[in-house]
């Protein structure tokens, strides 16, 4: 027998006793539904709805998109094809929700001869998903190209408002333009306006709107500089953009307030409206030396009324914190280069995915590490020639958890450690689904088996999610900040591939799962302990 069989068979032999070994956790319940087949039952797409009794997704199967209810036993209750098409055309879906005892659908088309991008919207059944009535005209924007400008649709925390809103296509010099339509859940008309910004389409960049409890619209732009501004900032290491927050009653008031946080680069500044009268809360990363890079984390306090910030609250991750899950040779180049530049160490490329509410008034930032990259390979073929293949790489790295007090202040903050590297596959399998219950916070993701077994300084594998090397794991994050790690899946299950970003929790504190297995999967149910 070689050596290198021998080594083969050794490394075999200790992935399977890892995976024996790995404790399942008690903290946590799974009831899984039936196997099914794509090829019989259609394709998952997302989830669109849940309530206590029932979760709405989408399906496709050939060229069908379906409108699928399932019960909290996870049983089918219908799968009905949904029909795109008016007049003979083809519309392209927008948007679904579901609102009260109905499913409203958003539907877009081009129309090349009038250059026109019409939004429209059909009622069905929530019950049956049986047409309530025909399609009807919402929204409509002049455009040259089926690409230029979009729609967007949002319904308030407390489900009595619905917002469309249009962003025009980009013009050239010309001002920054967009439409906002705001209706009641009975898609009755209750104001409207159309917004010319003081700056310029190149200059300003919007993003989400979000409808308030009230019926206000509030959203989040971004002012950039102008070029030979821009260029004094960027030599100076000074941020060359500024976040507005806009702010739009329905009685007529507009507000666009600044941001003024010095010379730091805030990042990824989301917003969260509860469903009472609570404040409108805001937070995100900063960074010292760029756009992309994470120092710290900021917190802010809006009134809901009059917009206004009577609290803010920011902090600096330590270095001890930045480096705690590098080995000590990473740790060591990082403190080189920094010291080379004479910068200070920071984090890179975080997105902040969420702002969690806790009931004692506090908030948690929850923040992960993204990106992705290209490489090329070409290589000469028989005839001479050259031929060249693109990979796409998927990075889904470690998560921030930041802790709010009640106060707004900001208590401390803590990691979870992951390494997801996954490349042609859209990054569909990476990502961690979240779940909020009483004073813990609960993380689902695909993972290398042999990380349970790390700690703070070890080198942490990669999860490619092939093979049995790969398990999901339940991180639970305690109202202190301690986190732990376990296995969250039964021996017998740990071939199933978790989508993340397909689950959702639910009103009853269950978290709806959707996992693969080949062309196969399955729906599940987690119940937390």
């Excluded at 993204?370 to 020639?385: A, E, P, S, V």
């Excluded at 740990?494 to 062309?519: G, H, N, V």
Aim: proline share 2%; with cysteine; hydrophobic share 35%.
């Amino acid at each position: 027998m070689s050596k290198r069989y021998v080594l083969s068979f050794v490394c075999a032999i200790a992935a399977i006793l890892t995976i024996v070994a790995q404790p399942k956790t008690n903290r946590a319940s799974v009831e899984w539904g039936p196997d099914l087949s794509e090829r019989e039952t259609g394709e998952f797409g997302r989830v669109f709805g849940h309530s206590e009794e029932a979760v709405y997704m989408t399906m496709s199967r050939k060229k069908d998109m379906l409108v699928q209810k399932m019960n909290g036993a996870l049983v089918s209750l219908y799968s009905v094809v949904l029909q795109l098409e008016m007049n003979k055309k083809d519309l392209e879906l927008e948007d679904l929700m579901v609102v009260e005892d109905r499913i409203l659908a958003f539907a877009s088309i081009y129309d090349k001869k009038a250059d026109l991008k019409i939004l429209y919207m059909r009622t069905f059944d929530e019950s049956n998903m049986k047409p309530l009535s025909e399609w009807t005209q919402l929204a409509a924007f002049n455009s040259e190209r089926a690409s230029g400008g979009s729609f967007g649709v949002e319904i308030a925390p407390n489900r009595k408002h619905v917002l469309v809103y249009v962003i025009v296509p980009y013009e050239k010099d010309a001002a920054e333009k967009f439409q906002l339509r705001v209706y009641s859940t009975a898609m009755v008309p209750e104001w409207d306006r159309e917004v010319v910004m003081p700056y310029t389409d190149k200059e300003f960049s919007l993003g989400r709107f979000r409808v308030e409890n009230d019926g206000d619209v509030i959203g989040v732009g971004m002012k950039y500089a102008q070029k030979r501004e821009a260029r004094a900032l960027k030599r100076a290491g000074k941020v060359p953009y500024d976040y507005h927050l806009l702010t739009y009653g329905h009685t007529g008031e507009d507000q666009d307030h600044t941001i003024d946080v010095g010379d730091k680069f805030l990042q990824d500044l989301t917003l969260s409206i509860d469903t009472g009268k609570a404040d409108i809360l805001c937070g995100g990363f900063f960074g010292n030396k760029g756009s992309s890079t994470v120092r710290g984390s900021f917190f802010l306090r809006l009134d809901p009324v009059t917009k206004k910030i009577p609290h803010e609250s920011y902090k600096d991750f330590t270095d001890a914190f930045i480096t705690q899950y590098m080995t000590a040779r990473e740790e060591v180049k990082a403190k080189k280069r920094a010291d080379r530049k004479d910068e200070e160490l920071e984090l890179y490329e975080y997105d902040l995915q969420d702002i969690v509410r806790r009931d004692d008034g506090g908030a948690v930032l929850v923040g992960e590490q993204y990106y992705w990259y290209t490489t090329q390979t070409c290589y000469t073929t028989q005839g001479g020639g050259q031929q060249c293949t693109t990979t796409y790489h998927y990075i889904y790295n470690d998560i921030i958890v930041v802790n709010i007090d009640p106060d707004g202040n900001i208590a401390w903050a803590t990691t979870i450690p992951k390494r997801q590297h996954t490349t042609n596959d859209g990054g569909y399998f990476s990502s961690f689904a979240l779940e909020v219950k009483g004073s813990n916070i609960y993380f689902v993701y695909n993972d290398n088996g042999q990380n349970l077994f790390l700690a703070a300084g070890d080198k942490f594998k990669n999860t490619d999610f092939i093979g049995k090397g790969s398990i999901v794991t339940l991180a639970t994050v305690s109202i202190d900040g301690h986190v732990t790690r376990e296995a969250l899946f039964d021996l017998e299950k740990r071939d199933l591939i978790l989508r993340p970003k397909s689950c959702r929790q639910l009103e009853d504190d269950r978290l709806f799962m959707y996992a693969t297995r080949k062309k196969d999967y399955r729906f599940g149910m987690v119940t937390f302990q």
